[in-house]
């Protein structure tokens, strides 16, 4: 149970901390990255409006290399989370698997010496 709320505890705090994505619907997106840069358009009316164009792109890149760069840091981090909160508790059921099958086993001996 203590494993339990910590594991809540550890969640609530990482999402409180803004370096934790949410789940919503079965999807995951990132929490603390800000919204995800609208990809711009190329106007091919001019040279002007093109090269306008380039430039709005080279600007999009920069930001979508940062957003994807704090989307791939939470996704590790929630990643990682998760899978030492799962290690967790695979190592708390193990150790209560094998105390009851030694209290078993205790118990069976001491009832076959009578």
Do not use: H
Request: neutral net charge; aromatic residues 4%.
């Amino acid at each position: 149970m203590i494993k339990r709320l910590s594991f809540a505890a550890a969640m609530m705090l990482t999402a409180a901390s803004g370096t934790a994505g949410t789940i919503t619907n079965g999807a995951w997106s990132p929490s603390g990255c800000g919204t995800e840069p609208a990809v711009p358009v190329i106007d091919q009316s001019s040279v002007d409006t093109y090269n306008q164009g380039v430039k709005a792109i080279n600007d999009w890149q920069q930001k979508a290399n940062a957003y994807n760069g704090c989307l791939i840091k939470e996704a590790n981090a929630d990643n990682a989370l998760i899978a030492n909160s799962a290690n967790d508790e695979q190592a708390r059921l193990r150790a209560a698997i094998e105390k009851i099958q030694a209290e078993t086993t205790a118990a069976k001996a001491k009832l076959d010496k009578k």
